[in-house]
């Protein structure tokens, strides 16, 4: 499965913010437990948003892993 970039276009497009505010968001999930960092990579807390992030093609089926950052 092809994982798309955390930080690209067709995730920001996707779940409908601008591709600059992606670090504000992932901070503010940070900040609220909603991401966990592991060993440098961000990791969804809550199965429910990993699942909706899933059908929209956002993550890999074993969650966790958000592809390249392109930053």
Not at 27 to 38: H, K, Q, S, T
Request: glycine letters at 14%; aromatic letters at 6%.
């Amino acid at each position: 499965m092809a994982t798309t970039p955390l930080y690209g276009e067709e995730t920001a497009s996707a779940v409908g913010i601008r591709r600059t505010s992606i670090r504000r968001a992932l901070d503010g999930l940070i900040a609220n437990a909603g991401v966990i960092d592991e060993n440098g990579k961000p990791r969804l807390t809550d199965p429910m948003f990993e699942h909706w992030l899933q059908s929209r093609g956002l993550t890999p089926s074993g969650g966790g892993d958000y592809g390249d950052d392109d930053e």
